[in-house]
C-alpha cells in the first residue's frame, strides 16, 4: 500500500511539470512503481554503501559495487523501456490551439522550410526538412504539440531539404491519413479553411525542383498566408504576367530561398501586399541572399520583415480578427495584425485524399 501510495504521488506530483515541458502522460507509472520505487531505494543504498569501503582505503570494493549499482541502474531503465511499449502505457494529448489555428514557420538550415499548422481537432505538416530535421525538429515539436500523426502532409517538391525526412518523421510520427506530393493547382478544403495550390499549372516543366515547387495559399478563417517555399523568378514572374487569374494577396508571406536564383521580386511582393513577410534562413551558398536593400524596400511599404536568422521559428495565432506573430529566439518580438473579413473562405474539416491533386513526375 504505501508503495503504491508513494508511486501515485510521485505521478501526480510530476504530471503538471511532464505536461508543461513534455505535453506527456504516462499512466504506465503507477505500475511500474511497484517496482522501480524499491528498486531506486536499492540503487542510493548501494551508492552510499559505496562510499565505506572508498573511505577505508578499499577502492576495488568500491569499484564493485559501483558496477552492481551500473546494473541495477540498467535494469531500471529496461524495465522503463519495456514499460513504454505496452499500449495505453503513455499519451501525448493535443495541446490547447489559441484562436482558430496555430501555425509553426519551423526554422530550418539550408533552405529546408516547413510549416505545421493545427486547428482544435487536427493538423497539417507542409514539407518535412531533411531526415535530421525530421527528428530533431519536426517530429519533436508535434510530440511536444501532441500532433501526432497528423491529418495530412504535403510535400511541394523533389528536393532533399524538403522531402527527404519523409520516411523517419511517419517512423516518428504515424502515417498521416493523406499524402499530397508535388500537388498542381487545385482547391480543397482543409483544416477548418481551405488549401489552394496556386502553382504549378498542368504541363509546366523545369530543370530545377525549386523552380517546379508548389505554391499554396491557405486561408484560415479570416487570415491568408501564402507559403511560396523555395520559388524564384520564373515563379514569381508567371504570378506577375497573369498567373492563371490566381489571387494571391497575403496577410502572411512565407519566403524560402531559391539555391540559385532570386529568393524574393520586389514587384511580388509589393502584388502580394502582406502584412508580414517570413524569411526562411537563407542557404549560405544561395547567390541572391536577402539583403539591406530588399529589407528596407518592404518595410518602406508598411510590410513587417522577421528573418528566421534572428528569430528562429516563429508562431502565429489567427483569431477571427488578427494574427499573434511571435518569436522563438526573441521571446519579447510579438506582432498583433489585423486582418481582413472579406480575406476569409469557407470550408470543411475534411482533406483530400492520397491521389487528390498528386501529380507525377
Request: aromatic residues 8%.
Amino acid at each position: 500500500t504505501s508503495t503504491f501510495a508513494i508511486g501515485l504521488a510521485a505521478n501526480l506530483g510530476s504530471l503538471p511539470l511532464s505536461l508543461h515541458h513534455f505535453n506527456l502522460v504516462t499512466p504506465s507509472g503507477l505500475v511500474l512503481g511497484f517496482v522501480l520505487v524499491p528498486l531506486s531505494s536499492l540503487i542510493l543504498a548501494v551508492s552510499l554503501l559505496s562510499l565505506v569501503p572508498a573511505c577505508g582505503g578499499l577502492a576495488f570494493l568500491s569499484v564493485a559495487l559501483n558496477q552492481v549499482n551500473a546494473w541495477l541502474a540498467a535494469l531500471a531503465i529496461g524495465l522503463c523501456q519495456a514499460g513504454a511499449t505496452v499500449p495505453g502505457a503513455w499519451w501525448l494529448p493535443p495541446a490547447p490551439v489559441r484562436g482558430t489555428h496555430e501555425v509553426l514557420v519551423f526554422d530550418l538550415d539550408k533552405g529546408g522550410s516547413s510549416l505545421l499548422v493545427r486547428d482544435p481537432r487536427a493538423s497539417l505538416v507542409v514539407d518535412t526538412g531533411n531526415p535530421g530535421h525530421a527528428r530533431r525538429v519536426l517530429a519533436a515539436a508535434c510530440a511536444r504539440l501532441g500532433a501526432m500523426p497528423p491529418a495530412g502532409i504535403v510535400l511541394t517538391h523533389e528536393d532533399v531539404q524538403h522531402r527527404g525526412g519523409f520516411n523517419d518523421f511517419t517512423l516518428a510520427c504515424g502515417q498521416p491519413r493523406w499524402l499530397l506530393a508535388g500537388p498542381s493547382r487545385g482547391s480543397w478544403p482543409c483544416q477548418d479553411g481551405t488549401m489552394d495550390v496556386l502553382f504549378p499549372p498542368d504541363g509546366w516543366d523545369a530543370a530545377r525542383a525549386d523552380d517546379r515547387a508548389s505554391v499554396a495559399l491557405l486561408r484560415l478563417g479570416n487570415a491568408r498566408l501564402l507559403w511560396l517555399g523555395d520559388a524564384g523568378f520564373a515563379t514569381q514572374k508567371w504570378f506577375l504576367a497573369a498567373g492563371g487569374g490566381a489571387d494571391f494577396r497575403c496577410d502572411v508571406l512565407c519566403v524560402g530561398w531559391h539555391a540559385a536564383d532570386i529568393g524574393l521580386l520586389r514587384e511580388f511582393a509589393a502584388a502580394a501586399a502582406p502584412r508580414l513577410a517570413i524569411f526562411h534562413r537563407a542557404r549560405q551558398e544561395t547567390l541572391h541572399p536577402p539583403d539591406a536593400a530588399l529589407r528596407q524596400f518592404l518595410r518602406d511599404r508598411g510590410i513587417e520583415v522577421w528573418d528566421q536568422e534572428e528569430t528562429g521559428s516563429v508562431s502565429l495565432s489567427v483569431f477571427a480578427d488578427r494574427i499573434e506573430a511571435a518569436a522563438f529566439l526573441q521571446p519579447a518580438r510579438h506582432l498583433t495584425l489585423p486582418v481582413s473579413a472579406s480575406a476569409g473562405a469557407g470550408g470543411g474539416s475534411s482533406c483530400p485524399g492520397p491521389a487528390t491533386g498528386s501529380r507525377s513526375r
